[in-house]
């Protein structure tokens, strides 16, 4: 009989290698199981008893945690009489992206595309959302930075128009190397040698911790969803869709009482999508311009 260490190393090669292989390939627990082929132990000894049950016991461990991190990065939340999809990334270890055209310079368009395009890429798509307002054209509408090359420049007019953009201050989503930012568009010179990836859309939501004074508590909803994206007290990225008519004010509360952002900006309402498969919502399609992804 094999030394009860060996036995170990026999069930995690034989009896959870398809566990290892689909669930944690992509973990931080990486086990290549295919070198422990070469380990026996007999099936009905007491040892191969006792370690059976601990390994159970211990990847049942393994698949909790790593269902409650799945759930701390998305969740439904309720919040002033709605409930809100929220998806929330960090950007020193997630790969987060704007995203407009293919490798051919073919406009991407709709969630469908976006999620091909990544996949012949060997990538996984975990979340993905339209990014602001876009032109006839498909063009977004605004800033836009892709690889460090600015691609649309910034829109600094501020013209008296109903359109959500041009409700003041507007502003810009953006990723460095080190970080990600919402700022008001006047402030986007301080982060332009920096920026790898932006967009630019508007209103603002909520501005260093205040609600953005043009909104009214109680205000019509006009019938629309939102979606937006705001930065946390620990920096990361978070992403919010309501899954009913919301108000500017209430959209702001929820970015900045719940979900702790001292700074946030509007995507985009009554068209908007998100595709977050971890909460099952599978919205694909759409008629967008510019889209942030994130990817595995």
């Not at 073919?106 to 876009?134: C, D, W």
Request: hydrophobic fraction near 35%.
């Amino acid at each position: 009989m094999l030394a009860p260490v060996d036995g170990l190393l026999y069930i995690l090669g034989d009896c959870y290698q398809p566990f290892i292989r689909k669930k944690m390939s992509k973990g931080t627990y990486v086990i290549k199981s295919y070198q422990l082929l070469h380990f026996t132990l007999p099936r009905f000894s007491i040892t191969y008893f006792y370690i059976n049950t601990f390994m159970k016991h211990f990847f049942t461990f393994l698949f909790v945690v790593a269902s409650i991190t799945a759930f701390a990065q998305a969740r439904r939340i309720k919040h002033a009489g709605n409930t809100f999809d929220v998806y929330i990334a960090t950007p020193q270890k997630d790969n987060i992206q704007t995203y407009w055209k293919n490798h051919r310079g073919e406009k991407l368009i709709s969630l469908t595309n976006l999620k091909k395009n990544v996949e012949q890429k060997g990538k996984e798509l975990v979340f993905a959302t339209n990014a602001g307002i876009y032109l006839e054209d498909n063009s977004p509408q605004g800033l836009y930075v892709e690889n460090g090359k600015e691609l649309r420049p910034l829109d600094t007019k501020k013209k008296k128009s109903n359109a959500n953009f041009y409700m003041q201050p507007n502003g810009v989503f953006l990723l460095t190397k080190t970080g990600a930012k919402v700022v008001v568009t006047e402030e986007y010179k301080t982060y332009k040698s920096q920026t790898v990836y932006a967009t630019q859309s508007g209103p603002m939501l909520v501005i260093n911790g205040k609600i953005n004074s043009i909104f009214r508590k109680g205000s019509a909803n006009n019938g629309y969803i939102r979606s937006g994206v705001g930065i946390n007290d620990k920096g990361e990225v978070v992403f919010a869709i309501s899954n009913g008519p919301s108000n500017f004010y209430d959209f702001a509360t929820l970015f900045r009482d719940i979900l702790r952002c001292d700074n946030a900006l509007y995507l985009d309402g009554a068209i908007c999508r998100s595709y977050i498969p971890s909460l099952k919502r599978l919205q694909l399609g759409g008629n967008f311009g510019a889209m942030i992804g994130v990817t595995k």
